[in-house]
């Protein structure tokens, strides 16, 4: 199981990040190569809190589906709308420079990942509380999925 705690899969990761180029072609979604990294920025940073995520309402399913999400082998559907704080069209940090803000999520995925933490966990918008194991999977799997939406 792929995880960032695993030094070859975060590596791996970086790697793929370096591959990424602005004028990437999406296969399938609406976001830009380079709204890409600022929503994986943002989503970082809402999970560290230095953005304020929206936690969504109700609690039923949420154990049953965070399991699904970061331990089945069932992939992230394509096309699942995106919190309006992590859109960068609605409240998400806009675009400036690509290379800075590729080095700003370089920078937060070596925060992320690095032991001990800086910061404290905040609840994810739907899965709640998580343990380092389940963010580790996590950040793993979104950045994996999104990297796959650009071809990388």
């Known amino acids: 199981m792929k995880t960032l705690t695993n030094t ?31 929503h994986l920025t943002d989503s970082f940073r809402g999970v560290m809190g230095e953005k304020a995520v929206v936690v969504k309402p109700g609690t039923f399913g949420r154990g049953l589906l965070k399991w699904m999400a970061l331990y ?25 420079e690509f290379e800075e803000d590729r080095e700003a999520l370089r920078v937060l995925l070596e ?27 996590w950040g793993y799997l979104h950045m994996d999925h999104h990297f796959r939406q650009f071809g990388v």
């Open 8 to 38: 070859t899969d975060r590596l791996a990761i970086e790697r793929r990040l370096g591959l990424v180029r602005p004028d990437l072609a999406r296969r399938w979604g609406k976001m830009s190569a380079h709204q890409m990294v600022c």
């Open 72 to 96: 089945s082998r069932v992939p992230w559907p394509h096309g699942v709308k995106t919190m309006p704080e992590m859109d960068q069209l609605i409240g998400g940090t806009p675009p400036l």
């Open 111 to 137: 925060r992320f990942t690095r032991e001990p933490r800086d910061f404290v966990w905040r609840k994810h918008p739907i899965f709640l509380v998580m343990n380092d194991v389940d963010w580790m999977r």
